[in-house]
């Protein structure tokens, strides 16, 4: 199996910018297709960005396209979010997520088999 750990959150202003990593161990990393998620107070978790095991194929929650950019450096076992643009309502506990094997719905956050443990990410206006 593979742990998972996020860094990177904090608290910014509307239109700032914040990287959040996700380091993985464990198992070679390279084998996970990965994704981001996020749940805001008294909401589900939801979609933000998946990313293939090689990197080549991308995927993005509609409100974030243009905004956030999902890459990963399988040489360092991490995967990124680049978010920029930010706005309050990105407010949230941002989670990574891995999956080793195929993915009928990327969006579908049970489908995942490992998390970390989230890094709050908050935006005021």
């Known amino acids: 199996q593979v742990q998972l750990a996020e860094s990177g959150g904090g608290s910014v202003q509307a239109g700032g910018s914040l990287r959040l990593s996700c380091a993985a161990s464990?198992?070679?990393?390279?084998?996970?297709?990965m994704a981001w998620f996020r749940q805001a107070p008294g909401k589900e978790r939801e979609f933000v960005a998946q990313?293939?095991?090689?990197?080549?194929?991308?995927f993005y929650e509609d409100s974030v396209k243009g905004r956030f950019s999902i890459s990963r450096d399988n040489t360092k076992d991490t995967g990124y979010l680049q978010m920029n643009s930010l706005k309050p309502e990105d407010t949230a506990v941002y989670y990574c997520?891995?999956?080793?094997?195929?993915?009928?719905?990327?969006?579908?956050?049970?489908?995942?088999?490992?998390w970390g443990q989230g890094t709050q990410v908050t935006v005021s206006s």
């Open positions: 997520a891995a999956k080793n094997g195929y993915l009928s719905n990327y969006r579908d956050p049970h489908q995942y088999d490992y």
């Open positions: 990313i293939s095991q090689g990197g080549t194929l991308t």
């Open positions: 464990g198992r070679a990393f390279r084998g996970y297709q």
